[in-house]
């Protein structure tokens, strides 16, 4: 059964998504680093390193939000960047990101569907996603559209959440995400089911092996991830 924001809502889990996050969008990232403690940044900095040693000329941050990580792409390389995000209010955060860094030369940020992108085939050196994959409506869909838009050889770097293997980390992490997060939101969060949805879809995503499987079933070759914080997120890598 597919993971949706609004139980009960009649609309499509690509509007409920859009919807959610235009309503989160002004303490997306003051909820983000609450919600993780700040590892996230570090998470981020080690796909960011991964893709300045690639020295791409272009580069395609899929589900961008409010910009952060198209941002760092662009200080940590002399990459074309584009942000592609459903929702018009992350994107309007990030875009003032871009103009306080001065960097509306090299970054633009872009209203899309990651589903049906309107760029030309084989077009980017890379395209990155940071926790936004299991928002895909359609998972295969929009991975065979990040593959039609990359260069043959071009690489897809992912970042997303998972669940630890190892009993004792696993413990620890349900205990995070069904004790602290709940009360985090509670006390903090302005919509309580935009974070209830966060955690359940986490937790739902199919992680390590599976989704990389799925990676190579949509025709990427060279698909591989590493675990990161005991497996409380992963990143992955894989080649078109």
Known sequence: MQVVPYKGSTESKKKQVSEMFNGISGQYDQMNRLITFGVDLRWRKILIEKVASLS??????????TGDL???IARETQAQVIGLDISAGMLAVGAEKIKTAHLQQRVDMILGDSESMAFEDNHFDVVTVAFGVRNFEHLERGLLEIKRVLKPGGTLAVLE????????????????TRLMLPLISKLFATDKRAYSYLVASASSFPYNESFTAILKKVGFSSAQYK??????????????
Do not use: E, R
């Open 70 to 72: 198209a941002l760092a």
């Open 227 to 240: 675990q990161q914080t005991f497996g409380a997120a992963c990143i992955y890598y894989a080649k078109k």
């Open 161 to 176: 959440t998972s669940v630890p293997t190892n009993p004792f980390f696993k413990l620890g992490y349900l205990m995070h």
């Open 56 to 65: 791409p000329k272009n580069v395609l941050d899929v589900a961008t939000g």
